[in-house]
C-alpha cells in the first residue's frame, strides 16, 4: 500500500509495535525513514535498525528496546508536528525544547535530519517532523 505520509506511517508503526509489546517492527524504506532511524539509534530510542529486501522492495527493520522485567516501552509517546497538508518550520531561535530536554525533536535541516540540539548547536532551522519522549 503507498502512503502519502510516510513520516507519519513509520511513527504509527512503531507506536503500535511498542504497545503491543513487540520486539521488531517492519517500516518500508525511503531515504527520510533511514535517517530517523539512525536519529533514533543515536539518541537511545532504539535498539537497532537494518535494511531488509530485494532491489526495488527494501523495509527497515526496526528493534525496539524495552526496560523492566515488564517490558515497558522507552518510547513514551511519538507526535507527528508537520504533516503534509500543514508543514511546521522553525528558525534556529525558536527550535522547540520537547519536555524540557527529556525529549526530542526531529528536524529536517539544509544538512540533514537531526535532533533539535544538535540543530541548536548548528546554528540550523527547518523542518520540524515530530516529537517523541
Given at each position: 500500500m503507498a502512503a502519502n505520509d510516510t513520516i507519519g506511517?513509520?511513527?504509527t508503526r512503531i507506536r503500535n509495535a511498542a504497545l503491543a509489546r513487540h520486539l521488531t517492527t517492519e517500516i518500508p524504506s525511503t531515504k527520510m525513514t533511514r535517517s530517523?532511524?539512525?536519529v533514533l539509534k543515536e539518541e537511545g530510542f532504539i535498539t537497532d535498525y537494518e535494511?531488509?529486501?530485494?532491489?526495488v522492495k527494501?523495509?527497515?527493520v526496526i528493534s525496539l528496546k524495552y526496560r523492566g522485567k515488564n517490558r515497558q516501552s522507552?518510547?513514551?509517546?511519538?507526535k507527528r508536528v508537520s504533516k503534509p497538508g500543514l508543514r511546521v518550520y522553525s528558525?534556529?531561535?525558536d527550535?522547540?525544547?520537547?519536555?524540557?530536554?527529556?525529549?526530542?525533536?526531529?528536524?529536517s535541516t539544509s544538512s540533514g535530519i537531526m535532533t533539535d540540539r544538535d540543530a541548536r548547536r548548528q546554528g540550523l532551522g527547518?523542518?520540524?517532523?515530530?516529537?517523541i519522549w
Open positions: 506511517d513509520m511513527l530517523i532511524a539512525r535494511e531488509v529486501g530485494e532491489n527494501r523495509d527497515i522507552i518510547i513514551t509517546s511519538l528558525n534556529r531561535k527550535l522547540p525544547r520537547v519536555l524540557g530536554g527529556i525529549g526530542i525533536a526531529i528536524i527547518g523542518e520540524v517532523l515530530c516529537y
